[in-house]
């Protein structure tokens, strides 16, 4: 009977085991197509937390569903079930192993941060516990110095400065395999820096010039979102983003120096001066755009 | 023994329901005014949401505009935290703690009465701000600078005015009825009760009131100290003239944070009375969850710059709170590994509190989950603001508090009224609860992953499927409180005669008449053991003879 019962725990954990590993790997599809190396990065990690995650979630749940369908109390029967007020072992092992997991999952994601290092660089720490299948990945090109990008935001526009061809535009265009190298400035309030596509984001602190750096490794268009909450036009402060081949991201950058400056289309501006009809509306005061950045494109 | 609901002779109060009308310094009364108070505000915060899922169901800007849509959503995340789970937990603290630990009253009756009726003041200046010309704050609930002091309309009194003056005068009446309630279990516990044979109900409020008594300070300085940048030109925060904005959100969340936990452990509390009750076995592991309360306080003083992983935060900052984040984990992990060992092997009946119990436990156990996952820098920094943060903490306030409020509520409520609830409506609550939660909080954690940003009125359409569910899980919801409120008010009126202890439970509130008299307890208990003596000999571990 006993060893009965170690079987079926065996068979029980084998199956949560590969249940939560199969959901792990299915974990990268959840997210947006990672285009940045910091992506692919955060992408090994969500599957990790998503496998941790499942083994417990599946272990406890397992539990309680078995408690519940076969530890029911008969028809009317007002006895107690057995005072069991404890087990000191168990209550040691279910406290040390939630340490050992944290200790795992707390490595594991310094691990991850500090090869991000968007922010610059951590004390480099190793920590053997779990290597990272991704750790072979960082190529060699993410050294390589790129150009600073001036990213300005004021309610509620966004507007990208390539100050050594003195291009200003409504569009963050980025060459591909490169370390990029924001300098994050806000003219008003906070607001975010998000791309979900890249897995980065950084508030954007008035008065202040935050870095931030990371390497587009896929070329495509993708969506910027002001991530931190700016006010009645929030939702609205988007942006293109494009992640070029460095031939096109240099031929774009040439042709948009030859145009001639102009005040950009503001979707925050033309709202506040013709509102959508809602059937309920408010008319509280609201705070009026900022001038619209003046751009090459 | 059985019947003690004679409308009693010796009570000098002329009817039963003026009472509650009335400033009464009976903590039986008070925790009645609080719940009641509290739950019209939850329909208030109810109806907010619902409003805002309406426009969310579509991906245009259709049903408001943004402007009320910021004011609609910063009045929903405020009235649920100040006026719903904040006076309804302290509200079903007030009502037990006294029973629980064998007292006759709270320690200050007086400064208990006045902290509850701060509570209509509070929710009186919030929902006049709707009337105002610049409408109501619409900065979100954190209220951060500068966007929340722009004040566009110029004028003295606008929202984001009594919106701060709200949250000081809760600030002030949450500190007022922790003083009270940390006192009342540190003094006035009968002969007998320990510490380590106080129910562990009595332990999380305990540790919830004093995380309270030693957090809120700095919610309410902050609070203060934006007023008077907003109103009178003062430059705390402000970037561009030597303040710092960066600031408040550290004052703001080294409250905003023991914050959740002094929603959440009065829930774990609920829990650890109703599951036992219903389990027929004693709460495993007694002591452990008791003390973890403790520690589970203590920790969560110590993380809150997790909620500002991706603000400007440097990298040694963000590694620390990672740390001590995922700490909080460890005594949370041994509450849920309790309750999951105490059924197992019991003799489980599933009246409603026990529904209610265990549907939390499970939502809880995936909150949690996600809630390590968030404490990971660089997983948080990709969901940080999404709407995964958004399903993450409704897990946690609404599946998981708000479940273990109406169980908590069911449980007790023959105690309260000394009538009993109707089973059958109490059920398809608690269905159509457990069904619309889920329908309308999961979804919110693929918008999240996928990148949809939290506090937008419209959206990219590539995110409208999910949206859809969850707004028709919203409506769901709202409909089940419907159940609840016809169920609660007919049951009140003339459901049947609850006997003094109808759970067969163990606490020293079930020794007593239902509802209890004025004083409590006619002879003070005297308590000789644990708690929880299900099926031992003398189950009651309390002896009221002996005196
Ligand atoms: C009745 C069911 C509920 C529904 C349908 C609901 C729905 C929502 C939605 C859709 C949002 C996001 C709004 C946005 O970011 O644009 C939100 C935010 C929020 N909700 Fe709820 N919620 C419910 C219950 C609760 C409860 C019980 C609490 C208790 C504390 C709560 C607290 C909050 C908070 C604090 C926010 C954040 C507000 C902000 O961003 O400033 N909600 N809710
Ligand atoms: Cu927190
Ligand atoms: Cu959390």
Redesign the interface.
């Known amino acids: 009977m006993r060893n009965f019962n170690i079987a079926l725990l065996a068979i029980f954990v084998g199956a949560i085991v590969l249940a939560s590993h199969a959901l792990g790997q299915q974990a990268y599809n959840?997210?947006?197509v990672a285009a940045t190396t910091?992506a692919d990065?955060?992408g090994h990690?969500?599957s990790f937390?998503v496998t941790l995650?499942t083994i417990?979630?599946l272990g406890?749940?397992g539990?309680?569903l078995y408690?519940?369908l076969f530890?029911?109390?008969t028809k009317n029967?007002?006895?107690?079930?057995?005072?069991?007020?404890?087990?000191l072992k168990?209550?040691i092992t279910?406290?040390v192993i939630?340490?050992l997991l944290?200790i795992w999952?707390?490595s594991y994601?310094?691990n991850?941060?500090q090869r991000?290092s968007?922010?610059?660089s951590?004390p480099l720490v190793h920590l053997h516990i779990m290597e990272a299948p991704a750790y072979a990945e960082m190529g060699s090109s993410d050294m390589q110095p790129a150009e600073q990008i001036e990213v300005v935001v004021k309610q509620w526009s966004w507007s990208f400065r390539y100050p050594s061809q003195n291009v200003t535009s409504t569009e963050l265009h980025l060459p591909v395999n490169q370390r990029v190298h924001l300098m994050l400035q806000s003219k008003?309030?906070?607001h975010?820096f998000?791309v979900?596509?890249f897995?980065?984001?950084?508030?954007i602190?008035?008065?202040?010039t935050?870095p931030l750096r990371f390497t587009p490794n896929r070329i495509g268009k993708y969506?910027l979102?002001?991530?931190?909450?700016?006010?009645?036009?929030?939702?609205?402060m988007t942006a293109d983003v494009y992640v070029d081949s460095p031939e096109t991201y240099n031929q774009w950058l040439a042709e948009a120096a030859t145009r001639p400056p102009v005040p950009a289309v503001n979707l925050a501006k033309s709202?506040h001066s013709q509102?959508?009809k809602?059937?309920?509306?408010?008319?509280?005061?609201?705070?009026?755009p900022a001038q619209p950045p003046v751009v090459n494109k | 023994m059985t019947n003690i609901f004679i409308k009693s002779a010796s009570e000098p109060e002329p009817t039963n329901w003026k009472r509650y009308f009335s400033f009464s310094t009976d903590h039986k009364v008070i925790g009645v005014q609080y719940l009641v108070t509290a739950f019209i505000f939850f329909l208030f915060g109810g109806l907010f949401a619902m409003i805002v899922r309406a426009e969310l169901l579509t991906p245009q800007l259709d049903v408001v505009d943004r402007s009320l849509y910021n004011g609609l959503f910063t009045m929903h995340g405020t009235i649920m935290i100040f006026l719903w789970i904040f006076p309804a937990n302290v509200g079903l603290a007030n009502y037990l703690i006294p029973l629980m630990i064998g007292a006759k009253e709270t320690a200050f009756p007086v400064l208990n009465a006045i902290a509850f009726w701060l509570i209509p003041v509070v929710g009186i200046l919030l929902l006049f701000s709707f009337f105002l010309p610049s409408g109501t704050a619409q900065a979100g609930w954190w209220s951060y600078p500068p966007v929340s002091i722009q004040n566009p309309s110029g004028h003295l009194i606008n929202g984001e005015f009594l919106w701060l003056l709200a949250v000081t005068i809760s600030g002030i009446s949450s500190i007022m009825g922790g003083v009270n309630l940390v006192t009342t279990i540190f003094r006035m516990r009968s002969p007998g009760m320990t510490f380590l044979r106080m129910p562990v109900y009595v332990w999380t409020t305990f540790s919830a009131q004093l995380l309270q008594l030693f957090c809120l300070p700095a919610l309410t300085g902050a609070a203060i100290m934006l007023l008077f940048d907003l109103s009178f030109g003062t430059d705390f925060f402000s970037p561009f003239k030597q303040g710092d904005p960066v600031i408040y959100q550290h004052l703001f969340w080294f409250y905003s944070h023991p914050a959740v936990y002094v929603m959440a452990l009065p829930a774990f509390g609920v829990f650890s009375e109703v599951i036992p009750a219903f389990a027929r076995k004693p709460l495993f592991g007694y002591k452990t969850v008791a003390i973890s309360s403790l520690l589970i306080s203590v920790i969560s003083t110590l993380v809150w710059v997790h909620h500002m992983f991706a603000s400007a935060t440097p990298n040694w900052m963000r590694i620390l709170f990672m740390a001590t984040s995922m700490l909080v984990a460890v005594p949370t992990g041994i509450k849920v590994f309790a309750w999951t060992a105490t059924i197992w092997r019991g003799k489980l009946h599933f009246q409603t509190p026990m529904l209610f119990a265990l549907g939390g436990v499970a939502m809880f156990l995936f909150a949690g989950i996600s809630g390590v996952m968030l404490a990971s820098v660089p997983f948080d920094i990709h969901v940080n603001n999404t709407y995964f943060i958004v399903g993450h903490f409704h897990y946690v306030v609404f599946n998981t508090v708000t479940m273990a409020l109406y169980a908590g509520i069911y449980f007790w409520f023959p105690k309260i009224t000394g009538r009993m609830y109707s089973e059958g409506w109490g059920k398809l609550h608690f269905w159509l609860t457990f069904i619309g939660a889920n329908l309308n909080f999961f979804p919110m954690h693929p918008l999240g992953l996928q990148g949809m940003v939290r506090r937008i009125s419209s959206y990219d359409p590539q995110y409208t499927g999910w949206n859809v569910v969850a707004s028709l899980g919203a409506f769901l919801l709202g409909m089940s409180t419907l159940p609840f409120i016809a169920n609660i008010v007919s049951s009140w009126l003339r459901g049947r005669k609850a006997l003094n202890n109808p759970w067969n439970a163990t606490g020293l509130e079930w020794t007593t008449s239902s509802p209890p008299p004025i004083e409590n307890f006619e002879e003070i208990p005297i308590v000789t053991s644990e708690p929880y003596g299900y099926g031992e000999s003398h189950r009651l571990a309390a002896d009221s003879s002996s005196i």
């Open positions: 959840w997210l947006p910091e990065l955060v990690l969500f937390l995650g417990v979630f406890v749940m539990m309680l408690s519940i530890y029911r109390a029967d007002p006895s107690d079930a057995p005072a069991i007020r404890g087990n168990l209550e279910w406290t939630p340490i944290v999952i707390a994601s310094y991850i941060y991000m968007i922010l610059g951590l008003d309030v906070v975010g998000y979900p596509n897995r980065i984001k950084q508030d602190i008035p008065n202040q935050i969506q979102h002001d991530s931190q909450f700016s006010g009645t036009y929030f939702a609205l709202e509102p959508p809602t059937p309920l509306r408010s008319k509280w005061h609201t705070v009026s």
